[in-house]
């Protein structure tokens, strides 16, 4: 399984520099943040390698774990050619609001959450769970800070009703919390 996720990173390596050489005029923001995240990513493969590699496996994660990755492609197809790796904006360009973005403001987000909390379990790995989840929260709060700020006001009133994450109405924030939505305050 980890070697199926690692030939998916190096696919999605290759379509993400295909994107961006497609989007003329991009502008990149937290080029830095996506090196870390990037080499973390690596680390947890790595990670659910070594520690799972006599592990009994736990096929109950199997499940989301395919299902996070049915999110991530819906959420890349429904960008196309603005998918990316990178943080990436195309100065003018419309959000946008189809496909998975129709419910949350960070689809594939969500599966990079469900796919660093999985992956480990079903590897048998369950430290690498643990670590990758904790890391993983704090790498993505600040990615969403740095995308949601390179968006701009067009994105912000497009998805202003939109969580971020979860498909809830209930998620709300009034302290920066980027996991939650900030037009529905407690």
């Not at 197809?77 to 609001?97: E, I, K, Y």
């Not at 990615?143 to 969580?163: N, Q, V």
Request: glycine share 10%; with cysteine; net charge positive.
């Amino acid at each position: 399984m980890v070697a199926l996720v690692a030939l998916e990173r190096v696919f999605e390596v290759w379509l993400s520099r295909r994107n961006a050489r497609r989007l003329r005029g991009a502008v990149e923001a937290g080029a830095g943040h996506t090196r870390v995240m990037a080499l973390f990513h690596l680390a947890v493969l790595v990670a659910c390698a070594l520690e799972g590699r006599r592990a009994r496996k736990h096929r109950f994660a199997l499940a989301p774990l395919l299902g996070a990755q049915m999110l991530r492609y819906w959420a890349a197809a429904s960008l196309g050619d603005r998918w990316n790796v990178r943080v990436l904006m195309v100065p003018g360009a419309q959000p946008v609001t189809n496909g998975p973005y129709r419910f949350l403001r960070h689809p594939n987000y969500l599966a990079v959450i469900v796919e660093m909390l999985t992956l480990p379990i079903y590897c048998g790995a369950p430290w690498t769970a643990l670590f990758a989840t904790l890391g993983n929260a704090v790498l993505l709060a600040g990615r969403i800070r740095i995308e949601e700020a390179a968006l701009g006001g067009a994105y912000a009133a497009a998805f202003a009703g939109r969580p971020r994450l979860l498909p809830s109405r209930r998620s709300h924030v009034g302290d920066g919390n980027p996991f939650g939505n900030p037009a529905h305050r407690a």
